[in-house]
T-cell receptor, first 119, second 109 residues
Framework: GAVVSQHPSRVICKSGTSVKIECRSLDFQATTMFWYRQFPKQSLMLMATSNEGSKATYEQGVEKDKFLINHASLTLSTLTVTSAHPEDSSFYIC???????????????FGSGTRLTVV | GQSLEQPSEVTAVEGAIVQINCTYQTSGFYGLSWYQQHDGGAPTFLSYNGLDGLEETGRFSSFLSRSDSYGYLLLQELQMKDSASYFCAAPTGGFKTIFGAGTRLFVKA
């Protein structure tokens, strides 16, 4: 089955520093990947759609200069949280679906998530 | 706007059957998916309905009625390990997926 690897699983950083999170599709190519944010006991909120070879599409209210997304290849998207602040502490999850096959509107595969704590 | 509504919590006993409902309002409809998420983990795909009716996958079944903008997830023979959050989700145009707020299921012995 489709596997998405996300790294790191946990990161603690100091306020004002930047953190990069990687999302890789291991056994399939993904033109499009998605980045979500989840606060404790809340739902997943879509932050942005990562498009291979072009600019990411950000959801309303998400600062593109703060959450930098790069999708340089068909198997890798990165999310960089710049100048992190304690309020950025959250669970960040990526998801992707294969370019081919019957993925379609069916289930997407999620990475294992990254727990970011900004101190 | 687009939204999916589901109950915040459900409690059931081991061995029982539980139904988690989801009503949706979306611009364009491409089906309803269900995901399970244990605390600290990532969501895992459970089931998908693109057409009306029941889809069965082992102990889990999912139902959709597009005329009622309604679906549900049915969990049978509940086990303690089924304690988790369950999300209904709907793909929208552009392959984006929006999620309901999630239903926390507590399974008691």
């Amino acid at each position: 089955g489709a596997v998405v690897s996300q790294h790191p699983s946990r990161v603690i950083c100091k306020s004002g520093t930047s953190v990069k999170i990687e999302c890789r599709s291991l056994d399939f190519q993904a033109t499009t990947m998605f980045w979500y944010r989840q606060f404790p006991k809340q739902s997943l909120m879509l932050m942005a759609t990562s498009n291979e070879g072009s600019k990411a599409t950000y959801e309303q209210g998400v600062e593109k200069d703060k959450f930098l997304i790069n999708h340089a290849s068909l198997t890798l998207s990165t999310l960089t949280v710049t100048s992190a602040h304690p309020e950025d502490s959250s669970f960040y999850i990526c998801s992707a679906r294969p370019n081919t096959g019957t993925g379609g509107a069916r289930g997407y595969t999620f990475g294992s998530g990254t727990r970011l704590t900004v101190v | 706007g687009q939204s999916l509504e589901q109950p915040s919590e459900v409690t059931a006993v081991e061995g029982a059957i539980v139904q988690i409902n989801c009503t949706y309002q979306t611009s364009g409809f491409y089906g309803l998916s269900w995901y399970q998420q244990h605390d600290g983990g990532a969501p895992t795909f459970l089931s998908y309905n693109g057409l009306d009716g029941l889809e069965e996958t082992g102990r889990f079944s999912s139902f959709l009625s597009r005329s009622d903008s309604y679906g549900y997830l049915l969990l049978q023979e509940l086990q303690m390990k089924d304690s988790a959050s369950y999300f209904c989700a709907a793909p929208t145009g552009g392959f984006k997926t929006i999620f309901g707020a999630g239903t926390r299921l507590f399974v008691k012995a």
